[in-house]
């Protein structure tokens, strides 16, 4: 039993889904929403989008209580949730050895319905996140984070951004395992800024700005048809400044 507690804020409810009925909407609202818009090849016969990890973690949600529809989740998984299991799904793809010593959360399977893509969902889900962080005394929060396709070549200025501006220090970083793509196209001084920042995936920009960090190389998904990024958050060094906009 989590010990975290929902809120209500803005006619949505902020809660750990505890329904199997909410179970359902969230695979299917993956589905649809996350693993249909990066690769439609991995259709399937249930139109659910779940795996191993989804009986075990904990799964945020907002709840829009006009029509009791989830308008977007996230999946975080703890060390105690994958026991059986025994790794991280980010482990599939990069060694975090230098942070498993500590209390970790996994944020993952993040997505909002497309209508409630103004901003105010993430920013309550992140409410959330922040104090179920806080209830269980978590000190990095990481995951991946993903550029759609699996070639680099139309994100060469944000990743190279992200290799000189963004690493995490040596003694955090994570490793792409499997022949990792390099992240460093460019010098600094040949980033183009103005295209790195419109190469920048909006969960990705969103997470600089909370000042997250970067694992060393990236990570091709065939499967999801993507090019997967380490991310690190260290609540140690956080931009409290952006954090706090989540908190009003």
């Not at 009925?21 to 649809?32: A, H, Q, V």
Request: with cysteine.
């Amino acid at each position: 039993m989590s010990q975290f507690k929902g809120f209500i804020s803005s006619n949505f409810e902020i809660k750990l889904a505890d329904q199997e009925s909410e179970f359902l909407e969230i695979y299917k609202l993956r589905y649809e929403e996350l693993l249909l818009c990066y690769n439609k090849g991995n259709a399937n016969e249930t139109g659910l989008f779940i795996d191993e990890y989804d009986r075990v973690c904990d799964h945020l949600i907002a709840v829009d209580l006009s029509n009791n529809t989830i308008a977007g989740t996230y999946r975080l998984v703890r060390k105690e949730h994958i026991k059986e299991i025994g790794m991280f799904t980010t482990e599939h793809e990069f060694d975090i050895s230098k942070i498993k010593d500590y209390e970790i959360l996994e944020l993952g399977r993040a997505v909002v319905r497309n209508e409630y893509r103004n901003g105010g969902v993430i920013a309550l889900l992140w409410r959330g996140i922040v104090k179920y962080v806080a209830i269980y005394g978590i000190r990095f929060m990481f995951g991946t984070a993903s550029f759609f396709g699996i070639d680099p070549t139309p994100y060469r200025h944000a990743l190279s951004k992200i290799y000189h501006n963004h690493l995490s220090p040596l003694e955090f970083r994570a490793v792409a395992i499997n022949h990792p793509v390099r992240l460093n196209y460019f010098t600094p001084e040949e980033i183009d800024s103005k295209l790195a920042r419109k190469e920048i995936p909006p969960l990705v920009k969103g997470y600089i700005n909370l000042g997250a960090t970067f694992g060393e190389g990236g990570f091709l998904d065939y499967d999801f048809n993507s090019l997967d990024v380490f991310t690190l958050i260290d609540m140690n060094t956080v931009n409290q400044r952006y954090l706090e906009r989540f908190l009003k």
